[in-house]
């Protein structure tokens, strides 16, 4: 099976599936004296740990991550960094009738087209549960661009079946907006917009109390980048971060800066106007940005400046407990319940994936960018 890399200058390599003893992500091309510890990497795993909220799976896992070589007196030493994430709370015996049965919505067909045999436990290698570790190595690729540049990447949930958000300038969100209500209390859909998650919270309870679930939307917003990254052809910033949102489960669409509002838009609509504007991090020299972000902050395959957002539809979630029509390996009618622990709603545990994946593409380009001018 090939597929498991990804990136160049930061390169992540996968290996697990949901029900194995563990998943593991080696991380090369690190830079030598970051600072680094299983607390950093809690943050960003708690936010994606099951059993966080009422509104999401409830399997028990810890995510406790362990550093297995990289990283010494607490400092990333530039070699090949791992990290093991053990898997403690699996019930492979809720799948162990199904693995005859194909469940709607889910790859078992097309890993048995492809491979002639499958983990069933779970989904195996095409769970979700492998993201932890790319969110593990998400927290240090964020670590990468806050010390280079300063640059942060947050994401937030932007729809939930009908219900939308009013995010009127998604580049002011903070992640404290989006992890913490006023009243201190968890914000546990993760939308800023507190009468649309409300609203949302109360959509997903009532679909898990009918068995079903429901799909949303999430927006991914980096700022602080600096103009230059990427290439132009075939490694444009937009085409890396595209696969890296494409490869998460349940994404069916990416879109970034005014996405598919641009079919309706003339050009002389469409365009951002060149502008300059004073730059108070270099003394007050003139930069040149642009009075509008239609072009959601790349241009040509390469950054421009300005903020990157990026918008992401997540499907709902396919393992159900209602009856569904399907059929079995030999091709003959059936139906399924899904057995076992699923969210009802996908999105606010999808958020810190899809900020590890941008993060990890960003840090990347980066990277490359350095090796070109050095």
């Given at each position: 099976?090939?597929?498991?890399?990804?990136?160049?200058?930061?390169?992540?390599?996968?290996a697990?599936?949901?029900?194995?003893?563990?998943?593991?992500?080696?991380?090369?091309?690190?830079?030598p004296?970051?600072?680094?510890?299983?607390?950093?990497?809690?943050?960003?795993?708690n936010?994606r740990?099951?059993?966080?909220?009422?509104?999401?799976?409830?399997?028990?896992?810890s995510?406790?991550?362990?550093?297995?070589s990289?990283?010494?007196?607490?400092?990333?030493?530039?070699t090949?960094?791992a990290?093991?994430i053990?898997?403690?709370?699996?019930?492979s015996?809720?799948?162990?009738?199904?693995?005859?049965i194909?469940?709607?919505?889910?790859?078992?067909?097309?890993?048995?087209?492809?491979?002639?045999?499958?983990?069933?436990?779970?989904g195996?290698?095409?769970?979700?549960?492998?993201?932890?570790?790319?969110?593990?190595?998400?927290?240090?690729?964020?670590?990468?661009?806050?010390?280079?540049f300063?640059?942060q990447?947050?994401?937030?949930?932007?729809?939930?079946?009908?219900?939308?958000?009013?995010?009127?300038?998604?580049?002011?969100?903070t992640?404290?907006?989006?992890?913490?209500?006023?009243?201190?209390?968890?914000n546990?859909?993760?939308?800023?917009?507190?009468?649309?998650?409300?609203?949302?919270?109360?959509?997903i309870?009532?679909?898990?109390?009918?068995?079903d679930?429901?799909g949303?939307?999430?927006?991914?917003v980096?700022?602080?980048?600096?103009?230059?990254?990427?290439?132009?052809?075939?490694?444009?910033?937009?085409?890396?971060?595209a696969?890296?949102?494409?490869?998460?489960?349940?994404?069916?669409?990416?879109?970034?800066?005014?996405?598919?509002?641009c079919?309706?838009?003339?050009?002389s609509?469409?365009?951002?106007?060149?502008?300059?504007?004073t730059d108070?991090?270099?003394?007050?020299?003139?930069?040149?940005?642009?009075?509008?972000?239609?072009?959601?902050?790349?241009?040509?395959?390469?950054?421009?400046?300005?903020?990157?957002?990026?918008?992401?539809?997540?499907?709902?979630?396919?393992?159900?407990p209602?009856?569904?029509?399907?059929?079995?390996k030999?091709?003959?009618?059936?139906t399924?319940?899904?057995?076992?622990?699923?969210?009802?709603?996908l999105?606010?545990r999808?958020?810190?994936?899809a900020?590890?994946?941008?993060?990890?593409?960003?840090?990347?380009?980066?990277?490359r960018?350095?090796?070109?001018?050095?």
């Amino acid at each position: 099976m090939t597929g498991n890399s990804f990136g160049q200058s930061f390169r992540i390599t996968t290996a697990g599936e949901s029900h194995g003893p563990a998943n593991v992500v080696i991380i090369d091309g690190v830079p030598p004296g970051i600072s680094l510890c299983v607390e950093d990497l809690l943050v960003d795993l708690n936010r994606r740990r099951p059993g966080q909220s009422h509104i999401v799976t409830q399997r028990d896992e810890s995510d406790t991550p362990e550093i297995l070589s990289g990283v010494f007196e607490g400092k990333t030493t530039g070699t090949s960094l791992a990290i093991l994430i053990r898997n403690q709370d699996q019930r492979s015996k809720d799948y162990s009738d199904i693995q005859n049965i194909y469940r709607p919505g889910h790859a078992d067909y097309s890993f048995d087209a492809k491979y002639g045999f499958r983990d069933y436990r779970g989904g195996g290698r095409s769970s979700a549960r492998e993201t932890t570790v790319r969110v593990a190595a998400g927290v240090v690729a964020k670590k990468i661009l806050s010390q280079a540049f300063g640059g942060q990447v947050v994401g937030y949930v932007t729809q939930v079946g009908e219900v939308k958000a009013s995010v009127p300038n998604p580049s002011e969100i903070t992640l404290a907006q989006v992890e913490t209500l006023p009243s201190g209390e968890p914000n546990i859909i993760r939308c800023p917009d507190l009468v649309a998650a409300a609203q949302m919270i109360e959509l997903i309870e009532s679909v898990r109390k009918d068995g079903d679930s429901i799909g949303g939307a999430a927006e991914i917003v980096a700022s602080n980048i600096p103009a230059g990254l990427g290439e132009p052809v075939f490694d444009k910033v937009k085409a890396d971060l595209a696969k890296a949102l494409f490869s998460l489960p349940a994404v069916l669409g990416v879109e970034y800066g005014i996405g598919f509002g641009c079919v309706s838009m003339r050009g002389s609509q469409h365009n951002d106007h060149f502008v300059p504007e004073t730059d108070p991090k270099r003394s007050g020299q003139t930069k040149i940005t642009t009075d509008t972000n239609r072009h959601g902050g790349m241009l040509g395959g390469i950054t421009t400046g300005l903020p990157i957002i990026l918008r992401a539809a997540v499907k709902p979630t396919s393992s159900l407990p209602i009856e569904q029509p399907t059929v079995t390996k030999k091709g003959e009618p059936a139906t399924i319940r899904t057995k076992g622990r699923h969210d009802p709603c996908l999105l606010p545990r999808f958020i810190p994936m899809a900020e590890a994946m941008v993060a990890i593409v960003l840090a990347d380009h980066w990277l490359r960018w350095k090796g070109q001018r050095s």
